[in-house]
């Protein structure tokens, strides 16, 4: 059995979509059956609960809504035929490269926050 949890999950998550989400018992087993819109409006969800417990004074609230969101990711990935390990490998790509540096590289922006304007909107 895998030592980390992550990996645990998602090989039950993987299991349960095996099974044609055809058990009444499993909820992973309900959202796959459900299909991918729904799967992402409940990931939404939980993002939008873990924003929510971010924005209060209680740490330790934040701890919950963050296993939710995870754990309809994993389901979101493997509807998708994707898993941890593809992104495990696009977070190593990214390993060493400042976020600063990256997104000017795309923006060309060199980091500098937008201006707004009311007639020319956001400019670099
Ligand atoms: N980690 C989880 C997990 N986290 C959250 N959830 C479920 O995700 C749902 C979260 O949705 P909400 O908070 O909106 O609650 P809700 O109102 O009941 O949800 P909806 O009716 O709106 O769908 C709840 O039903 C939780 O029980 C999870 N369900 C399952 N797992 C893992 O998946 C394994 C397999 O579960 P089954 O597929 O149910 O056997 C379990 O052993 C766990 O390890």
Known sequence: MADDILDRLQ???????????????????QLFR????????????????TVIAAMGDDAAAIVPEAADLLYHLLVLLADAGLSLDDVRAELRRR??????????ARTGAAGRPLSFSPSQGLKP
């Open 11 to 29: 090989a039950t998550i993987a299991s349960r979509k095996d099974t044609g989400g055809e058990s009444d018992s499993s909820y992973t087993a």
């Open 34 to 49: 459900r299909g991918r819109g729904r799967i992402a409006q409940k990931l939404g969800e939980e993002a939008v609960e």
């Open 95 to 104: 390993e060493g490269k400042s976020g600063v540096v990256e997104k000017a």
